[in-house]
């Protein structure tokens, strides 16, 4: 599912990121110092208080047993405690906690896929989005574990380093470097034009049909939760699109300020306000359980990204002129 999103990716863009100083700077700085801790408060809020009643105060999740932990039944492990189930150790957490993981891990993977559709769609400087999307896949190596580890920790949700390095290993950095280097050999085999019109074209359907497997497990997994309060998807929507709208008008508004041009806003924008949400997924899988309720939280993030920045596509079009320069 990772790597024909990361072979898209051209790394020879980086060097031309000091001559796009401003739009870089601004979507580093909201992806990585404020989205994380936004999505952090924004859903405390909403599933540890104010929804926390309609999941259910009492009700709880059965998550994996943190990488290389081997604890005594009865244990407690930040917020859950060590019970058996059908003969294997896992970890009992409150439900509210196990949505609230996956919406950490969702705040803290900004997008490097489907913003370059985005950012086409909303006639954007697609150079541009090549050169943020290239450095936020290389910042994610070093940041995602970090704030990965320091959130979920703070959230009482700890995981050992090692399974966050495992993890980024295997879904960033290993598909990361698979692509980089399968592009270059491919184009020097055969040329770019036939890489972009041949080669990746047979790529999609191979995301689509993995993501597609991972939604139907993890819903035929969680039915039970979702047909005993179907309105879980909601309790975990909300917060998520509160956070969308959020990170883009801070975005979009601080790059008015900056007097970035529309084309350069509007991916700057929209590059936090999507989500990585394939790197999230297989994270939450791999730390909690694809049956988890972090895994479901994940999942609720891409049932909402779609139709959410198809509007804010809308939005930037229809505010070109805010930055005096729209296009005909």
Partial sequence: MMYPIMVKIDFASVIKAGKSGKPVLLTLFVNWCIKPFTMYGISLLFLGVLFRGFIGPDAVDLVKMPFGLDLALGATHGAGTVVLHEGVKMLQVPLWRSYFAGTILLGIAPCTAMVLVWGYLARGNDGLTLIMVAINSLTMLVLYGLLGGFLLGVGRLPVPWQALLLSIGIYVALPLAAGYYSRKRIIQAKGETWFKEKFLHVLPPITIIALLTTLVLLFSFKGETILGNPLTILWIAIPLFIQTMLIFWLGYWWAKLLKLPYQDAAPAAMI?????????????????????????????????????????????????????DARA
């Fill in 272 to 324: 936090g306000a999507s989500n990585h949400f394939e790197v999230a997924i297989a994270t939450a899988t791999m730390l909690f359980g694809l049956s988890s309720g972090a895994a479901l939280a994940t999942v609720v993030g891409v049932l909402i990204e779609v139709p959410v920045m198809l509007w804010l596509v809308k939005i930037c079009l229809r505010t070109q002129h805010w930055f005096g």
